[in-house]
């Protein structure tokens, strides 16, 4: 409610657009209205990093992984300085992994965690991109860190921590990750 409300007061906003278009698609999971919010926002701002970011996760989370890749890459490339860097950088690593590029997933999940050594979701994903890369002793120490900092995550409610995925196959195929990554069921 509060996110429309603030859709509402900042029509002509991009910022505001792009943030209360981010937290329909996260918190509400109402993928289609967010994703019109975020798309407004780019029409008023075609610079907005922060509009091209979220436009990104939306992508990777309807199943257009590359779509998302692309929309990242050109918020980086907008602000190579950008203060969120390493959150692009953990998306990336996402739409890579989606896109069955492992390699460049874990590659871009290194990245993330070089300076957010605790980032949960950068965590997972380098955990779940190194098990299906078969570099099974690098996935596990992924696996350990993220059960120091949340001991109770599991792969049965590994769903609660996930975006808005669309496509049950994403879900099923980021579980399988972490069950050979060595996260418990």
């Not at 967010?34 to 939306?58: C, E, F, K, M, Q």
């Amino acid at each position: 409610q509060l996110a429309r409300r603030a859709a509402d007061l900042g029509r002509d906003d991009a910022v505001a657009l792009a943030f209360a278009g981010q937290t329909l698609v996260y918190v509400a999971h109402d993928l289609d209205s967010g994703a019109a919010l975020i798309d407004r926002a780019l029409l008023l701002n075609p610079n907005s990093t922060v509009a091209w970011h979220w436009s990104g996760w939306v992508k990777i989370w309807v199943g257009e992984p590359e779509a998302g890749v692309e929309r990242v890459t050109h918020a980086m490339r907008l602000s190579p300085m950008d203060p969120f860097i390493r959150g692009m950088q953990g998306t990336i690593a996402h739409g890579c992994f989606f896109a069955s590029r492992h390699e460049e997933a874990a590659s871009w999940a290194l990245k993330t965690l070089s300076d957010a050594p605790d980032a949960h979701p950068a965590l997972r994903i380098s955990a779940a991109s190194h098990a299906f890369c078969g570099r099974l002793d690098q996935a596990r120490e992924a696996v350990a860190r993220l059960r120091r900092a949340d001991p109770h995550l599991r792969v049965s409610n590994l769903r609660n921590v996930l975006g808005p995925y669309r496509r049950p196959d994403y879900v099923a195929k980021y579980q399988e990750g972490l069950r050979r990554a060595g996260l418990p069921e």
